[in-house]
């Protein structure tokens, strides 16, 4: 972080997102890759580890990754993975692994076990894979195989995970006939299918996304340098700061042409009184004081992952904020919807709780002891409400390890003027 008079210049870590994608297209590529900009956190530890453990070769310095080897899809030993808390992680690696003649396990710690993944099992398994859960049905730990041969067709419904989706379109160059996918309902997150496309694209995959239909042309991926955006789900956090102090930030490096849907964030705050401008250097916010913070009402089905960041800023608005659309986050590392309010309620707020989402309406508020309930996201939006609200404390503040590791003390430098 650095000063321009009034303004402070923030850098954010790069995008787990992009980055655990980039990392699955690099380790079947057919040359080698170099990615910039890696996120840091146990997510991409837990996807380095794995393809490590599958016979990819990966050197690292600092945030920069050279990945010097492929995949050997043809080797016949057997593989453990352990892939800790990351749900992203295993259901690329579950899609991965898919593609190796030998079995490989994938496993996790507890609260990864209880995360649905039957939506990918059972698409795998449609394909033509051996996917075989150890324990329930439908959850990990899975063993995963190479079938016999494979289907150029798949209907999937799309309302539930895009990781599913994304998982078999990373795979799908390397299917004999490619793959057509039809999504079925409403997509949730749908932004994320096109990030995928985009770094498909990056590494030389033919695919294209039409309506509700995703074709991917068989074919082989090939090494690139590749720079990994700065994570806009990240952002949000110092963005809410400005929203709620007035503070003049600029997030460096992010553009509002970025893969990641969650730039979409910066309009829901534009909405609620904020400036939002879009620099050479990155990403400007600000709001003047005198500029009341308004409350809003706003499907977030494609930006979910700033549903906790938007309920701490509008806990400061004047009037309510209506949250919808994301009844789904309900099976993120946390109930998103419910642990939320759980949380929330305890500062004085008024939350009310609704299937798809919750509402909620500015109160006074006062110091509480927040659980963050094994999630990053929750203690990440809570750390905003800290700078307003004297005697928070955030408890288990290590969960930002899997995507944020500094996040603490990076913040604490940030914003401790």
């Not at 989706?165 to 994320?192: C, F, K, T």
């Not at 930030?249 to 401008?277: A, H, K, P, W």
């Not at 919807?337 to 707020?349: F, M, N, Q, T, W």
Request: proline share 5%.
């Amino acid at each position: 972080m650095t000063e321009s008079g009034r303004e402070q210049i923030i850098r954010v870590p790069g995008s787990k997102s992009i980055a655990n994608r980039a990392l699955i297209c690099a380790a079947l590529a057919e040359t080698r890759s170099v990615i910039t900009n890696c996120a840091p956190g146990d997510d991409t530890q837990a996807m380095l580890e794995s393809l490590e453990t599958l016979g990819v070769k990966t050197l690292q310095d600092g945030t920069t990754i050279r990945v010097e080897s492929q995949i050997d899809l043809k080797a016949t030993q057997p593989q453990q993975l352990r892939t800790r808390l990351a749900g992203t992680t295993s259901r690329f690696l579950t899609a991965l692994c898919a593609l190796r003649s030998g079995q490989t396990t994938i496993d996790g710690y507890a609260p990864l076990r209880n995360r649905p993944m039957i939506g990918l099992h059972d698409a795998l398994s449609s394909l033509g894979a051996s996917v075989k859960s150890l324990n329930i049905p439908g959850h990990l730990p899975v063993v995963v195989q190479r079938g016999s041969s494979w289907q150029a067709r798949i209907a999937i419904d799309s309302t539930t995970s895009s990781q599913f989706i994304s998982a078999l379109m990373m795979i799908a160059p390397y299917l004999p006939d490619g793959l057509e996918i039809e999504l079925r309902g409403e997509a949730v997150s749908r932004g994320y299918l096109d990030m995928t496309v985009g770094v498909m694209r990056a590494f030389g995959a033919q695919t294209e996304i039409a309506g509700n239909v995703i074709w991917v042309s068989p074919g082989a991926y090939q090494g690139v340098d590749f720079a990994v955006e700065p994570d806009a789900s990240s952002a949000s956090y110092p963005s809410a700061v400005a929203a709620i102090t007035g503070r003049r930030l600029t997030i460096e490096g992010l553009n509002r042409n970025s893969l990641q849907r969650d730039v979409e964030f910066f309009d829901v705050l534009s909405q609620m009184g904020c400036e939002v401008r879009q620099q050479q250097d990155g990403i400007l916010i600000s709001r003047d004081l005198g500029q009341p913070l308004r409350g809003v009402s706003v499907d977030m089905s494609q930006i979910s992952d700033c549903v906790p960041t938007l309920a701490i800023v509008a806990l400061f608005a004047d009037s309510p904020t209506i949250i919808s659309g994301v009844g789904f986050i309900r099976a993120k590392e946390s109930d998103r919807i419910g642990d939320l309010a759980l949380e929330l309620r305890k500062l004085g707020s008024q939350i009310d709780e609704h299937p798809d989402g919750l509402t909620v309406t500015p109160a006074v508020l006062h110091g509480a002891s927040l659980a963050t309930h094994d999630d990053h996201r929750l203690a990440m939006a809570f750390a905003v409400a800290k700078l307003q609200v004297k005697s928070i404390e955030v408890q288990n503040p290590e969960v930002v390890s899997k995507s944020w590791p500094s996040y603490f003390e990076d913040f604490e430098s940030f914003f401790k003027k």
